[in-house]
């Protein structure tokens, strides 16, 4: 099987799955649909993979340092809904401490090869026996930077400017130990809203924001940005422990409100209350399972005969 997708693949445009001969030119024609230009795309598709992006920050002065990991594999239609920070991938597999050095040796050696000044994002597949495939790199700071931010306690976007500015690797980022787990969420339009259409109340529950960071995309009664959308709002839950911050992100979750819109909401909810991924036992399959499951028509209920009704009435007894 081979995944057909355009340039803009990361944001859920152009992603179309075949499988054998026979459905790889109507996934060609349908990626082509969406991406009138350019090139497309043909590769492999890893069954029951994990997605996981390395950081590495990179100096002028040619040092690389690879400082946290997130785990991106909870996508729709190619797009993240979200990100976990550290991946519970590496930290519940029993080769995990291993696997995360060879895949920071590996995104530190493709840093170097491009010669990037700055925070680098480089993308990896990891399958089921824990072989790595590279899968690009993504230049600059994640979208979703919230999560990894609240683990390590960097400022990304200041650490962002001190490189591009010429200032080597600070100290912090070589000797530093993330704690905790973080979790960032999208909140998105679904695709059938109308653009017009304004928000008119945007809510949140009221949370210590050094456990809950919300960062909205849009005021109260005004329309979503075109260069956001369909991105309402970004939400991420810090907590020592994973389980935790899970139960504070379906709290928020539960009371985020965005009338007259519908939102991808009940969706992440869905999933952050999976069995599979309260265990860290998922790949980048679990919405889609999730989104069929949901669309399966539900059988209907067998009718059960009525019982009958036993007459009380007793015969009189002959005399």
Same mark, same amino acid.
């Given at each position: 099987?081979?995944?057909?997708?355009?340039?803009?693949?990361?944001?859920?445009? /152009?992603?179309?799955?075949?499988?054998?001969?026979?459905?790889?030119?109507?996934?060609?024609?349908?990626?082509?649909?969406?991406?009138?230009?350019?090139?497309?795309?043909?590769?492999?598709?890893?069954?029951?993979?994990?997605?996981?992006?390395?950081?590495?920050?990179?100096?002028?002065?040619?040092?690389?340092?690879?400082?946290?990991?997130?785990?991106?594999?909870?996508?729709?239609?190619?797009?993240?809904?979200?990100?976990?920070?550290?991946?519970?991938?590496? *930290?519940?597999?029993?080769?995990?401490?291993?696997?995360?050095?060879?895949?920071?040796?590996?995104?530190?050696?493709?840093?170097?090869?491009?010669?990037?000044?700055?925070?680098?994002?480089?993308?990896?597949?990891?399958?089921?026996? /824990?072989?790595?495939?590279?899968?690009?790199?993504?230049?600059?700071?994640?979208?979703?930077?919230?999560?990894?931010?609240?683990?390590?306690?960097?400022?990304?976007?200041?650490?962002?400017?001190?490189?591009?500015?010429?200032?080597?690797?600070?100290?912090? *980022?070589?000797?530093?130990?993330?704690?905790?787990?973080?979790?960032?969420?999208?909140?998105?339009?679904?695709?059938?809203?109308?653009?017009?259409?304004?928000?008119?109340?945007?809510?949140?529950?009221?949370? &210590?924001?050094?456990?809950?960071?919300?960062?909205?995309?849009?005021?109260?009664?005004?329309?979503?940005?075109?260069?956001?959308?369909?991105?309402?709002?970004?939400?991420?839950?810090?907590?020592?422990?994973?389980?935790?911050?899970?139960?504070?992100?379906?709290?928020?979750?539960?009371?985020?409100?965005?009338?007259?819109?519908?939102?991808?909401?009940?969706?992440?909810?869905?999933?952050?209350?999976?069995?599979?991924?309260?265990? /860290?036992?998922?790949?980048?399959?679990?919405?889609?399972?999730?989104?069929?499951?949901?669309?399966?028509?539900?059988?209907? &209920?067998?009718?059960?005969?009525?019982?009958?009704?036993?007459?009380?009435?007793?015969?009189?007894?002959?005399?």
């Amino acid at each position: 099987p081979v995944l057909v997708k355009g340039p803009l693949a990361s944001m859920g445009v /152009g992603l179309h799955l075949a499988r054998d001969e026979e459905e790889l030119k109507p996934a060609w024609e349908a990626a082509r649909a969406k991406v009138a230009e350019g090139p497309l795309v043909v590769e492999r598709r890893i069954d029951r993979a994990r997605d996981i992006e390395v950081l590495v920050a990179a100096d002028s002065h040619g040092e690389e340092s690879a400082f946290t990991e997130c785990e991106t594999s909870i996508v729709s239609e190619g797009r993240g809904l979200l990100r976990e920070c550290p991946s519970p991938e590496l *930290v519940f597999r029993t080769d995990g401490e291993a696997l995360r050095e060879m895949m920071y040796d590996l995104a530190i050696r493709l840093t170097r090869q491009l010669a990037h000044i700055g925070v680098l994002g480089v993308r990896m597949l990891v399958d089921p026996d /824990g072989r790595i495939y590279v899968r690009g790199a993504r230049l600059g700071l994640p979208n979703l930077h919230g999560a990894p931010e609240m683990v390590t306690q960097l400022d990304l976007v200041e650490l962002q400017l001190r490189l591009a500015s010429g200032e080597p690797v600070p100290d912090e *980022v070589r000797q530093l130990q993330p704690s905790g787990h973080a979790v960032t969420v999208q909140v998105l339009a679904e695709e059938d809203a109308q653009r017009r259409e304004s928000v008119e109340v945007l809510r949140f529950p009221s949370l &210590p924001q050094r456990t809950t960071r919300v960062e909205p995309s849009v005021a109260e009664g005004t329309n979503v940005p075109p260069d956001d959308w369909p991105r309402l709002a970004k939400i991420t839950c810090f907590a020592p422990i994973r389980h935790q911050s899970i139960l504070t992100l379906d709290r928020v979750l539960a009371a985020t409100q965005a009338p007259p819109m519908k939102t991808n909401v009940p969706t992440l909810r869905r999933v952050l209350i999976h069995e599979g991924f309260r265990a /860290g036992q998922y790949d980048c399959d679990l919405v889609d399972a999730l989104m069929a499951e949901q669309e399966k028509p539900k059988p209907a &209920p067998e009718s059960k005969p009525k019982p009958r009704s036993r007459s009380r009435s007793r015969s009189k007894p002959k005399r």
